[in-house]
């Protein structure tokens, strides 16, 4: 049942992934200047990339139900928002208190892939 969860979380990013990619390129483009437009098309290619791999991850959990693997995927939605997010509210305009956020949703991604990597080597299924 996890993997349907996982899966329901990556459609849902897939979806938003695709209707801000479509809407930067064809509404804010013009826009922005050329470092916000840069910003945005990063935000919105690390969301497709942490989109995919939670599809992967659903996959996999379909067939080997670990349950740290629920872990792994909200540190990865939990990325998506703080980093992708934050990269995306900043280009159109949020505060600029709204910065640091982005470090953090990296490090929240790069955790999650650690722990994927934790749970590849250990000895057991867990």
Known sequence: MMYRNILAIA???GLLATILGAYGAHGLKAELSDTL???YRTANQY???HT??????AAFASVRPWPKLAWVAW????????FSGSIYA???GAPSWMGPVTPLGGLTLMCAWG?????ALAKKDV
């Not at 995919?52 to 991850?57: H, S």
């Not at 540190?75 to 703080?82: D, F, R, S, T, Y």
């Open 75 to 82: 540190g990865w939605q939990i990325g998506i928002v703080l």
């Open 37 to 39: 437009w840069s910003a």
């Open 90 to 92: 900043l280009a159109l």
């Open 115 to 119: 722990l994927l990597f934790q749970q």
């Open 47 to 49: 969301h497709f990339y």
């Open 11 to 13: 459609a849902i990013n």
């Open 52 to 57: 995919l791999a939670l599809l992967a991850l």
